[in-house]
Structure formats: C-alpha cells, structure tokens
C-alpha cells in the first residue's frame, strides 16, 4: 500500500498495521491532570456524538490510536483497527497541509454505559427521512494534518483528530472538528478534555429547534430539519444567533448540505443516471484520487435521490483493511447493492467486475462540463494510467435525459453563474423528480386503507393491506409521473427495478408503520367510545377479562409506537374497563387491578 503523503520517496513511511493500544486507549503520558478529568457521566455529550480520537503514525507500529476522549468510552479493537486505518488516506494521494473528509462503518457501541436507542428511535421517527441513523452504523469526521518535519526520523509529521457520531451532521460535524482539531494541535490533549466538557453543556438535539452551540469561543447556530423542514436538501434554516457578537456566530445555515456542483461538475451529461443507479440500489463504485473528494462525491450521489432515504449501505471512504473487504471485492458472485468510495489505485483490478464505476478526476469542478466521455464497460479497465474521470457502465437508462438541464448547467458554467445557484439547481431538480416517481407510490398506498366504517371496537384493528406489485404497475399509465413530470422514457420499467430494491423495502415498511401506528390510535379513539354496559350483556368471566387485558395491551401498543394517547381517551377507557372490572368476583378483580397489566 503506497504512503499517504505528497511524494513517495526514500523518506515516505510505510503504512502497516495499527499499533495494539493500551486498554484504555490513552497512554500513560496522554493521561491529563486530575484536575482536568471528565465528569463520571457525559450524559449530554453522548448524546451528540461518541467519542474523539486521535491516530497518528508510528515508525515502528503504523497507525495507532493514540487517545480516546472521553477515555471511559469503550471501542473493541477490531473498531480501534478500523477507525486507525479509515483516519488517514489510504494511497499516495497529495494530502500535504491539513485534510478533512468523512467516512462511515460498522461500529460496535453496545458497550458503553447510555442506552440511546429510545433517542434515536424518537430521532428517526421526527427527522427528515434522509438524515435518520442506521442501527449498528457511524459516521466518522476526520481532520487529518500531515506537514514535513525534520525533527521526525522519516521527515513528515501526520496524525488526525477523528469525531465519531451515529448522525450525518456533516457541516455541523466538520465545524467542531475544524476548531477541535485546531486547539489540540496547537494545545494538545487537554483541548480534547475542554472540548468535552463544553460539549456536554450543550442542549440535546432537538428536531426543528434553533440552537445555539458554544465550542472555544464561538457559538455554532443550527437547526435540525424536521420531517417537514427536511423537504429540499441545502434548504436554509433557521439559525438561532446568539447575544455573542456576531464576530463569534458561527450560523451553520445548513447540517448536511453539500457542493453537488464541485463534486458533478463534470458529470453533468449522467446525472440521470447516477439518480437511477442510486433510486434503484445499484452497485456503484466512486474512485478518486483524494479522501475528500471521494467522501463528498459518495454523499452527493447518496442524497440525489432525497428526500426519499437511500436505505443500502454506502462507504464514504473505504480502505483495504476493511473487515468488509473481502465481501465487497469478491469476484465469485455478484456486486453488493452498495456504493463504495475509494481511492487505492488497487481497487480498479479488485472492483473490475463491478457493473457501474465512477473515476473522479484530481479536479472534479474544474472539469469541463460539456467534456463528459460516454459511459464505457468497466471490465475494459486494464490499464490504471489510462483510467479517465468518467462513468464507466453499460447501464441504460430508463429515462431520457433532460437535455434541458444539461444546457443551463453548461450555461450556467460559461456564465460563471455562482457555484450555490449551480449546486441549488440540480438539487431542486432531482428532489422535483423523486417526488413525481414518489407521488403515484403513496397514491397507491392509500388505496391500500381500510375504510372507517370497517374499523370495529371490540375487534382487532385493521391494518394496512399488502403492496401488489402488478396492481400498481397497472395504474401508471395513467396515473404515473407524467402527470407532474415532463420527463420522458420507461416509467414502468424504472419502477420494476425500483421495487426490487432496498429503497422500496424501506420506504414501504416505514409507510406501513405509520399508517398501522394511526390506525391503532383510530381503533383506540373507538374503543373509547364505544358502550363498555351495553357489550358486557352475557358476556363470561373470560370474555369480560380478555376485553380488560386486551385494552391495556392496545394502550401499551400505542404509545410503544411513540404515540401520546390523550388523556380524556385514556379516561374514557379506565371508567369502561371499570365497568367490566365491577362484573367480575371481587378476587379476580382484585388480582387484575393490582397486577401492571392495567394503564
């Protein structure tokens, strides 16, 4: 594996395995004073993100982790291996200076002391669809500084500060790691320990709420969009300003938002393919020649197709060492369903038979737009010098292209139109067309409803029939996106492939959950209504308690589904099940109040 520095030479060191660490991750040397200790518990910290570390690299032992801070959080080594590798770049790719970028992987937090799952769960629930977590994913932030030394035996110092989180706040993110980084190079660890303690100061992440973030100084102004703020991707929120001088206001206007422009500036003859390949869970590879490059190129094409949530996995940056290497690179079956960021020069023989890949060039928004190469097949990659920015796939579309869009985009370029207006246009068109080939889906999901009238009190609630393939096909040539889209091509086709894929299965289970989630709470307001006297007329003992128990069960059913049950329905419901408790012997009615089976 070639040496991530500027110029391979005599001096360049040789990036190996990761060192083995101490226990606790922090040496002895690292270990702050007493006064500087963290509080036993980092409640509110934890609730942001995981942890800092710093890698840095060893002559003699490669990458090590050098500190994890707060040190009582608990990282296996296999993590520790994987975060060590992911936090520098993994090939000779120019990164002279300091470096950000971002990557995501498999982690395993169940270790440590806070259960966020109820947060995240209320989290996911509340978000815009493509800013949920994933359950066992995380997103690292890494802010690599590597610059020529001559007090270092090989002639270079590097070593990078890493943010580990379970949320894709990649502005907000690369924000605290940009001042983080800064203060602990210049300060060292103990900028680490402030940086905590300050962080756990802040107010939790709530959804649609300006906050305000004070970090060294400085006062990071965001807002988390909601499931109703999040509709466009870049859409400016607002931003609580602080009665800090506006000097000291850092407004983050956006979380996640990123340059489309920089990173498709010279793919804008295949934006339509790339919205396909990722709308329909495509293999993609994305091959560039810098970490940054590559990590932004991979979260571009991930939310082309928002607000809709790409729901396959995705890796910004992806190395060689990876525990998933072998799965992703083998040639004796077919690609993962995946997109996969890298910049190894090895991966172009390893993900050879991969169907669509995508070479970014050292420049990807210098490119000229109108230079865009046809699509060629990957497996004619033989050569690594010969290997071109470009898309390299036999895929055919199902769309035709906006040729429309290509014109204003290239307009736009000649006319030095400013990169946010560029970058603003492709993302209000795609967002556009996802929501014309996502109108005809809910559509149909709400002819899959039960009618009221079928809604019985005393019977199980209703639930949401099954989605028939073939029953809504039928309808799209009639009803399809070519009433609020004027893009031509095979609608049906396209969601064919569309409903094969890990974004419909997502999409639907989420929608089914809703709607079941609403018709419990239907079925609950009727059951509240409903004359408890009247049914319990001949009812038996077992009738009578299997109402009671039932109930309760559907109560509980609700509010696990993060409902809140008002509170004049829940009145309701415990005069009815007295009155059906008041039918019972006095034990058995005793035995039932006293138990937790009742609200």
């Known amino acids: 594996m070639e040496a991530p520095l500027a110029q391979q030479d005599e001096s360049s060191p040789d990036l190996t395995s990761p060192a083995v660490i101490p226990a606790n991750g922090v040496p002895v040397e690292a270990v702050p004073d007493q006064k500087h200790h963290l509080p036993s518990t980092h409640q509110r910290f934890l609730e942001w993100m995981q942890c800092f570390c710093v890698v840095t690299f060893d002559l003699e032992l490669g990458q090590s982790l050098e500190v994890v801070c707060p040190s009582q959080v608990v990282i296996t080594e296999q993590d520790r291996t994987n975060i060590c590798y992911l936090a520098f770049p993994d090939s000779n790719s120019g990164c002279l200076g300091d470096t950000q970028f971002h990557f995501r992987c498999h982690l395993d937090l169940a270790g440590n002391a806070v259960d966020r799952k109820a947060t995240l769960v209320h989290y996911n629930a509340h978000c ?26 090989r002639g270079y110092f590097q ?3 890493v943010l580990i989180s379970k949320y894709p706040f990649l502005n907000v993110f690369r924000e605290v790691l940009r001042l983080v980084a800064t203060e602990f190079f210049d300060n060292g660890q103990k900028a680490l320990e402030y940086a905590c303690k300050e962080i756990d100061s802040w107010s939790s992440p709530k959804i649609g709420v300006p906050l305000s973030l004070p970090l060294f100084g400085r006062n990071l102004c965001v807002t988390i969009p909601s499931l109703l703020d999040g509709a466009l991707p870049g859409a400016s929120y607002p931003s609580n300003l602080s009665t800090l001088p506006s000097s000291l206001n850092i407004p983050i206007t956006s979380i996640h938002d990123l340059d489309f422009t920089k990173s498709f500036q010279g793919f804008v003859t295949h934006l339509h393919v790339f919205w396909e390949l990722v709308l329909c869970n495509e293999p993609v590879a994305v091959i560039a020649p810098s970490p940054t490059l590559c990590s932004e190129f991979v979260q571009c094409l ?6 809709l949530k790409y729901n396959a996995d995705y890796r910004p940056f992806f190395t060689i060492h990876d525990p998933d290497f072998r799965d992703y690179t083998t040639k004796t079956q077919a690609a993962p369903r995946i997109i996969l960021g890298v910049t190894n020069p090895f991966f172009v023989k390893t ?23 046809k699509p060629k097949h990957p497996q004619k990659l033989t050569n690594t010098v010969d290997f071109k920015q470009g898309l390299y796939s036999e895929y055919k579309s199902y769309l035709s292209k906006d040729s429309a869009l290509v014109k204003r985009l290239i307009k736009g370029v000649q006319a030095k139109r400013p990169v946010e207006a560029q970058s603003s246009l492709i993302k209000k068109y795609f967002f556009e067309l996802t929501q014309s080939f996502m109108i005809p889906l809910e559509r149909y999901v709400s002819t899959l409803m039960p009618l009221l009238r079928d809604i019985a009190p005393f019977k199980a609630p209703p639930t949401l029939r099954e989605f028939d393939f073939e029953e809504f096909l039928s309808t799209i040539e009639v009803a399809g996106p070519q009433l609020t889209s004027g893009t031509k091509g095979d609608w049906e086709g396209l969601y064919t492939a569309f409903l094969r894929s890990e974004n419909f299965s997502h999409w639907f289970a989420m929608k089914r959950m809703e709607i079941n989630g609403k018709l419990k709470l239907i079925h609950l307001e009727a059951l509240a209504d409903a004359d408890f006297a009247i049914w319990a007329g001949g009812k038996s003992e077992v009738e009578l308690v299997d109402v009671v128990l039932k109930t309760a069960s559907r109560v509980q059913s609700v509010r696990g589904d993060g409902t809140a049950v008002s509170s004049e329905i829940l009145s309701k419901l415990r005069r009815s099940i007295d009155v059906l408790l008041e039918k019972l012997p006095s034990d058995l009615r005793s035995v039932l109040k006293n138990s937790n089976q009742i609200f």
């Open 351 to 373: 993900l050879q038979h991969w169907p669509h890949i995508v070479r970014v060039g050292d420049s990807a928004a210098a490119a000229d737009p109108k230079s865009s190469p």
């Open 302 to 307: 991930v939310w082309i197709v928002w607000p």
């Open 159 to 161: 070593k990078s500060v």
């Open 128 to 153: 815009a669809p493509s800013l949920q977590t994933d359950s066992g994913m995380c997103y690292g932030y890494v802010y690599f500084r590597q610059v020529k030394d001559k007090n270092v035996r």
